[in-house]
Structures are given as structure tokens and as C-alpha cells.
């Protein structure tokens, strides 16, 4: 937003009226400031967000019970897949709680595909998921095996368990997985029910979504814990600390966590590099020694280089830097994954959950024929992503030709735009890509004074 802010100075105008830099979804956008204080005069401010009414919406539908007369003999199963992380359980609670309220039966499956493949799936009620918003980790159980050497018990307890409808909260794994089960659908016909895909994993490399819950946890953990490590070096001149993020091959939260943090340089996977920018990185840190700063920050992803590893970096910084600096290193490992999960994680596990159940519903209405329940075209499994500022399903099938299968990672992502500023805030002289400039919005009134 303060990179946006200066852009939006340089590129006023005489006739350029006087804008408020925000943020909306992972966009920074501008408003015109005196509709903002129009908007606030008319105490339209909270009604005229269409975010805050479907917020209050998603609220008034999960805080008080009210049980449908008639129920809808629909099933739908929830599991969790993959690694576990923050704000999968306040997903499962959303879902739990707006199924029934649209007179669904809830199963709750255990310990992922192979739950569902050994029949570990039971009936999950309003009180059972009571409190598992503020829960870390997953109270269902995960595990990362993908369907596809155990399809045949899959489909069978679909089958037995009567399933209509699923919801799988996972990371890639959970993709790959959904993406099996459409696959299999031509050899068993069990396997023609609608299901979604909600991404949940700190490394957020699900395609189709630019964020996932969990990542936020995992950023703030990371964070929390690069400033404690600085700290330590209050009363000592001269160190490099060198720290290890999780993710894969994915380098969100090496950049981001190198953003929040204040790194002097993030290595990730995406971004290749090589001898030379390792040599040049030791001469910045040689120089910035000079100034008043005595300390620096190098982050690197687990999986940026199989050869570049924590170990040589180290040796590399420790070998470069003698008489000037010193080294430390440390392995983050998973703690990252946090403990709680951070409001946003709550909030967003809560609106996907939510969100996921009703689309669920409405697909499970356009597949009802002859008394049962039929889906075979590729709409009717999908990701739900949020795309900018827009929580969207998309099909799986499309999503295929957007991922990285190798590495477990889209083709596209859009906080590789973010990496230049962290270099010029780390004084490198680099240019900025300023082509993608922020459209000057309107604040919309939807409705009168309440």
C-alpha cells in the first residue's frame, strides 16, 4: 500500500482528485476521498460494503441454530487432506453447521482418503464441532495418501455410506486428489457426486486460489519468530542470521515473511539464482556492516536449490564475511504451522466452509434426476479459490493446465510482483515494474440509509 501510495503521487495530475490507497482482496486499489467521506457522513460505511453484509450474513447463519422442518436426506462428507494446518477446523465447523441448517446429514470422515477408503466416517452434529474455531491443526484427522491405489474402497463406501456430496479441505495433495476422483468417474459410477476443493496449507501453492488458509498462521509465526531471532543479536555488532522457511517448492512464505520481516534477500525456487548473486548479496551485507545497521536477515526457501543448500549458504556467508561479520543459522521446521489460528485464518476458513456447503447444495439440486444423484461434468468439482478480491469456484479440469505437477505449484503467482520491493527495501538498486497500475474506483451506495 505505501509502494502504491507514491505511485499514485507520481502519476497525479492538476486534475487528478485526491485518492484513498486501500486494499481489496490482494489488490491495492484507489478511492476517491471525498466519495470516502461521503460514504462516512451518510453513515453508509459498514452497509454499503457488500464484504460486511455477506460477513454479517455468514454470522447470523452459524451463531444461533435453527433447524429446517424438512430435511433434505442429502449426505455430504468432510475430510481433511494433507498436512494439517490453522483455520482447517473452523472450515469444518462452517460447513458442519450451514449443512445443517440447509437440513443436510453431516459425515465426518477420519484420516483423509484412507478414512474414507476403511470406512472411518461417522455423523457429525452442531455440538460436535462447538468450539473448533480457535482449534489449530486438524480435529479430524489427515493424512496425505492420494485416492488412486484405493479408489475401489473409496467408491464402495460412497456407496454404503449413501454420500452425496463432498467437501475435501486440503493442500495439493487435495487438488491432485479431487482431480483422481473426477479422473475415476468413467470406471465407477459412485464417484459422479459434486465435490469441492477448499485449499488449506501454509505453502499456498493450490492452483486457482492466491491465497489458502493457513498461510496467514504460518506468516505470523514465521514473522514472530525472525524478530525474536534479530533480538537476540541486540547486544552484538556484526551478524547474519540465515533462516530456512517451509513451503516446498513454493516461496510465498519466504517472500512474504522476508517483506514483514525486513530480509536483506529471500531465496525461493521460482526465482532462480546462482554463485554470482550469492557473491553479490554477501558484498551488500559487507557494506551495509559500515552503516548503523549491524545486523542481517537471509531467508531461503527448504526447496530453492537442492545444491545451494542452508548448510552451504551458511559456509558460503560464514567464509565471505570473516573479520566482518558472523553467521547464524537456523531450521524453522514445523513450527511454522503455528498454533491458533490468526483471525484472518478463522475468518476466511469460516467463509470458505460456509460458501463451499451452499454451492454444494445448489449443485446437488441440478444433479437430483429419477430419484438420485448424478454428476459427471467437470463444473460439478471445483476449487474454491479466492481470485483478487473474489472468492470463485473453478473446475478442476481447467485448473490441470495451470499447475506445475513436478514441483506442486501453479504456473502463475501473483506475489512474485511483490519480490522487487523487497529487494529495494533492502537497498539493491532495482527496477520496478510499475506497467500494472491501480484503477481509480468508485465507491458504490447499494442501498439507503438504514
Known amino acids: 500500500m505505501g509502494v502504491e501510495a507514491v505511485m499514485a503521487l507520481l502519476e497525479a495530475t492538476p486534475d487528478t482528485p485526491a485518492c484513498v490507497v486501500s486494499l481489496s482482496g490482494n489488490m491495492a486499489i484507489r478511492v476517491p476521498l471525498m466519495e470516502c467521506v461521503q460514504v462516512v457522513l451518510t453513515f453508509l ?5 457488500r464484504s460486511f453484509e455477506n460477513n454479517w450474513n455468514t454470522y447470523r447463519l452459524l451463531a444461533h441454530v435453527h433447524p429446517p422442518e424438512a430435511k433434505s436426506n442429502i449426505n455430504i ?52 464441532v462447538g468450539g473448533w474455531t480457535g482449534k489449530g ?58 465435490l ?3 485449499p488449506a496449507t ?26 525474536r531471532i534479530k533480538q537476540s543479536a541486540a547486544g552484538t555488532k556484526r551478524r ?24 536483506d534477500a529471500a531465496y525461493i525456487y521460482e526465482e532462480r539464482f546462482n554463485i554470482h548473486d550469492l557473491e553479490v548479496n554477501v558484498e551488500h551485507l559487507v557494506e551495509k556492516m559500515k552503516t548503523t545497521v549491524k545486523r542481517g536477515l537471509i531467508l531461503r526457501n527448504e526447496r530453492c536449490n537442492e545444491n545451494y543448500t542452508t548448510d552451504f549458504i551458511f559456509n558460503l556467508y560464514s567464509e565471505e564475511g570473516k573479520g566482518v561479520f558472523d553467521c547464524r543459522k537456523n531450521v524453522l521446521g514445523h513450527m511454522q504451522q ?38 459427471n461434468t467437470p463444473q460439478s468439482a471445483c476449487v474454491l479459490g479466492m481470485r483478487k478480491r473474489a472468492l470463485v469456484f473453478q473446475p478442476l479440469a481447467e485448473l ?51
Not at 45 to 49: K, L, M, P, R, T
Not at 86 to 108: E, K, S, Y
Not at 422 to 436: G, R, V
Open 137 to 194: 491443526g486438524s480435529q479430524l484427522g489427515t493424512k496425505r495418501t492420494l485416492p488412486s491405489s484405493i479408489i475401489e474402497e473409496i467408491s464402495l463406501n460412497i456407496a454404503k455410506f449413501n454420500i452425496h456430496g463432498l467437501v475435501i479441505i486440503g493442500g495439493f495433495e487435495a487438488f491432485v486428489g479431487g482431480l483422481e476422483l473426477v479422473t475415476a468417474r468413467e470406471k465407477y459410477e459412485e464417484l459422479c457426486i459434486p
Open 45 to 49: 460505511c459498514f452497509f454499503s460494503s
Open 77 to 128: 462428507a468432510i475430510l481433511n487432506i494433507g498436512a494439517p494446518c490453522a483455520g482447517m477446523n473452523a472450515a469444518v465447523r462452517a460447513a458442519v453447521r450451514i449443512g445443517i441448517t440447509q437440513g443436510h446429514h453431516m459425515l465426518a470422515v477420519h484420516d483423509g482418503f484412507e478414512g474414507l477408503a476403511h470406512g472411518l466416517i461417522e455423523p457429525i452434529t452442531w455440538a460436535d
Open 240 to 263: 547474519v542470521f540465515i533462516i530456512e522457511t517451509m513451503g516446498g517448492y513454493c516461496g510465498y512464505l519466504a517472500t512474504l515473511a522476508g517483506l514483514a520481516a525486513g530480509a
Open 338 to 375: 503455528g498454533g491458533t489460528p490468526t483471525p484472518f485464518d478463522r475468518n476466511f476458513g469460516t467463509k470458505m466452509g460456509a460458501k463451499a456447503v451452499l454451492w454444494l447444495t445448489e449443485k446437488l439440486k441440478e444433479c437430483y434426476r429419477h430419484g438420485r444423484i448424478f454428476a
Open 196 to 198: 469441492v476443493v477448499i
Open 202 to 227: 501454509v505453502s499456498n501453492n493450490v492452483p486457482g486460489s492466491d491465497f489458502s488458509i493457513g498461510a496467514d498462521t504460518a506468516l505470523n509465526t514465521i514473522t514472530t519468530t525472525c524478530d
Open 400 to 450: 490441470k493446465e495451470q499447475t506445475d505437477f513436478e514441483h506442486r505449484i501453479p504456473k502463475t503467482e501473483w506475489w512474485l510482483k511483490l519480490r522487487p520491493i523487497l529487494k529495494i527495501l533492502a537497498k539493491y538498486k532495482i527496477n520496478l515494474d510499475t506497467s500494472e497500475k491501480a484503477a481509480l474506483e468508485h465507491v458504490i451506495k447499494k442501498r439507503g440509509l438504514v
